[in-house]
């Protein structure tokens, strides 16, 4: 299923002449020190590709994917290059497609709740043009201000929100969508309700690239919530901050965030946090609920009252909303200091039911030890997806970490959770497929794979 970069054409002269004449010269860079940015995503894979282009049209797109398979060279789709698996790495040559500059907010409809966008939109623009006409488009994934809304898409990406109001795909009512033929379609609805023929919106969101590149999204938006109001709360040790996620969640309270982080991390950022006793503690939670004011500051006042029957250091009500936006800040910088700590850094994003995040986060230490890693562990009780930043002190020992890592990600799965929430699978995570999918699985979404791409020309080696 992986075709090897030697069954793929080379970028002759011939190829960048033809493409010049079809997409325009304006588009197309051979300049290496113009390529090197775009051999990379935000992880260590690097390989470069032999030509960029830089669309600002689907025709363009059109035109490069027709080529493409005249020719049988391959094209990597590429958002604003956030991902974590490798994603967007060309690590078979050819082309590599960047969607950066189509960045167009098309329309934002008050009346029908909806955003019509282009695929190299910044997601926090997006949020913010939305909430500039009292609306709200809740995906909020930690790179926000960074990340695309193509690439959000291609991925599914999460964020913090996603325990209240959902993933990318639950936002994503249309997409006009170039395939690796070189056709464009139109998938989905503009409306709230669409069930004619199979769901290919649904299918192409989350394909990571591989079955067509997103030139067009109809987005939908909610009301804008009126009011925020958190919580902090400081626990002596993770696994009773994990059994108070789990009492908030079984009290019929359904707050918009709720984000832990470890006593490693705390040991990395606490000096951040503008609170009190975050050094002396071992784990932290943040819990936000938005709503009606007066309601939520009720609701928000309970939820600190269960906290506290689990034994915290201390609980914090509503700080003001300086402070909060410097919780999220820290909360969004987390990896970054970590990486910048650690000669070797893995990052996986796991997944585990509700109920058992407290018995999972306990095994955490015993794994750590006996495969000689360190484990943070961080992101979003509030719908079981931690983020564990996986580190060693020496590169030496990455063997001995992978074995490690794919322990960890058995454990995930004999308590019926999936190795990953949020990330994908890309490059980085395509060896561990077969730890969650059976072989025929497996064969049966590489059939898809080869129905809308028979040639293999997009995004190859990603995935399967």
Not at 106 to 113: M, S
Not at 381 to 399: M, P, V, W
Request: charged content about 20%; glycine content about 10%.
């Amino acid at each position: 299923m992986n075709p090897s970069p030697a069954t793929y054409a080379p970028i002759t002269p011939e190829i960048v002449a033809r493409l010049r004449e079809a997409i325009g010269e304006e588009a197309v860079v051979t300049d290496p020190d113009k390529l090197e940015p775009f051999g990379r995503d935000a992880t260590e894979l690097f390989h470069l590709p032999e030509l960029l282009v830089e669309a600002v049209s689907s025709e363009q797109i059109q035109q490069l994917l027709h080529l493409a398979n005249v020719y049988h060279f391959p094209v990597t789709p590429r958002g604003l290059g956030t991902g974590l698996t490798g994603g967007a790495v060309p690590l078979s040559g050819g082309v590599l497609l960047s969607l950066a500059k189509m960045n167009r907010i098309l329309a934002i409809d008050p009346e029908n709740l909806i955003a019509v966008v282009e695929p190299g939109v910044v997601t926090g623009d997006l949020r913010k043009a939305a909430q500039s006409k009292g609306l709200f488009y809740p995906p909020d994934p930690a790179s926000v201000d960074t990340c695309s809304i193509g690439g959000n898409a291609a991925t599914n990406a999460g964020g913090a929100s996603c325990i209240k109001y959902g993933t990318t795909r639950s936002y994503i009512l249309g997409l006009e969508v170039v395939l690796p033929s070189g056709e464009k379609i139109q998938a989905g609805v503009q409306t709230r309700k669409g069930v004619v023929g199979y769901d290919l919106t649904q299918l192409l969101v989350g394909s990571e690239g591989t079955l067509g590149i997103i030139t067009r999204l109809f987005v939908k938006l909610i009301p804008l919530p009126p009011a925020v109001t958190t919580l902090v709360a400081l626990f002596p040790d993770l696994p009773s901050a994990m059994h108070a996620v789990t009492a908030l969640l079984t009290s019929g309270h359904l707050p918009s965030a709720i984000e832990f982080m470890d006593h490693q991390c705390l040991e990395l950022i606490g000096d951040l946090l503008p609170f009190e006793g975050v050094q002396e503690s071992k784990a932290f939670l943040l819990v936000e609920t938005d709503g009606a004011p007066g309601v939520i500051e009720q609701e928000i006042e309970q939820m600190g009252e269960i906290c506290l029957e689990h034994n915290p250091v201390n609980v914090f009500l509503a700080p003001d909303s300086y402070r909060r936006a410097q919780m999220w800040e820290v909360r969004r910088q987390v990896s970054v200091r970590i990486e910048e700590h650690a000669p070797l850094y893995i990052p996986e994003d796991v997944v585990v039911p509700l109920g058992r995040i407290a018995e999972f986060v306990e095994t955490l230490p015993e794994l750590a030890e006996t495969f000689g890693m360190k484990i943070y562990s961080f992101g979003h009780a509030g719908d079981g997806n931690i983020h564990l930043n996986i580190t060693a002190e020496s590169r030496d020992n990455l063997q001995r970490i992978e074995e490690g890592i794919k322990a960890v990600l058995k454990r995930v799965l004999s308590m019926g959770g999936t190795i990953s929430g949020e990330h994908g699978i890309g490059f980085a995570k395509k060896h561990l497929l077969p730890l969650e999918l059976s072989p025929e699985s497996i064969r049966l979404q590489q059939e898809i794979k080869r129905v809308f791409d028979p040639n293999l020309i997009l995004n190859p080696g990603k995935i399967f």
